[in-house]
């Protein structure tokens, strides 16, 4: 299948490792220039030096703070002034800690709104003008199968992500006449850091192994296994294609069957 992606500009946004990582490699695969960024910049470098390495094609690395708006803004500014435009925006953020409600902090709460929600504003608010200039654009926000169904001891994320959600539908509602396709995809359990951190929280309260949380979470979905940060990402360039051109306002769970509504 032709995606059609050969040439696109794509942001990817915390994208030094797991699914933001998959991502940008996924999007170089397809021939797009990739604009990447993470707050560690000997992380990020050595990410970025391997996709040009590997796809040769054109990367621009900054190390930010997705939750620092003026640094958003001037990374996409960057991206402008290299490539030209920006096509394609895929919001991400490490995700908040594993707690339940008494036990999160005020601090927590801030922070999860600024990482997990503001970010998605920030980079929105930059990147729509360009897209509106080309009449095309693609936004895709990295949330959490909690959009649909809250997991346990992950309240900040079940509170914080629904936001997430009403913004895309927003943005998809006012600028699909511009051409702006907006989307948001929900993993479900993905090998990466972030879940080896969440195994970590979890056999502390609960006295089991890591590796007991890691067969446990394979085992609640029908698919049996944890998801590779590679399928998500493959979702979200779908999502970004010429291939997914009448999708907008939705949100894609990639997760294996675990979610158990219909
Ligand atoms: N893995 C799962 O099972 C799973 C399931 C559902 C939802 N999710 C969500 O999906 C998102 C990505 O998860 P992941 O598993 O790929 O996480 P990960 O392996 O922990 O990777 C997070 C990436 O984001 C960067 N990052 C984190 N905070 C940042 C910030 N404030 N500014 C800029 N870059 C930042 C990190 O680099 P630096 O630390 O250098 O900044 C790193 O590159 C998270 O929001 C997570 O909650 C994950």
Redesign the pocket.
Known sequence: MNLGLKGRIAVV?????????ATAEAFAAEGCRVAM????DR??NAAAEKITETHKVEVLAEA????DAAAVSGFVSNVVSKFGGVDICVT????PPAKGFLACTLEDWQRALE??FL?TVYFAREVIPHMQRKRWGRIVT????TTKQPVADLVL?NAVRAAVVGLVKSLANEFGKDGILVNNVG????A????K?LARARSVASGKTEQEMFDSWAADAPLRRLAD?REVAETIVWLASERASYVTGQTVLVDGGLYKGL
Do not use: H, K, W
């Open positions: 946004a915390a994208s030094s490792q797991g699914i933001g990582l960024c993470a707050r560690n992380t990020l930010l703070d997705v939750s991400n953020a490490g995700g990482f997990n970010s990295i949330t959490s199968i994320s993993p479900g359990f993905t990466t850091d972030r879940l951190e940060p």
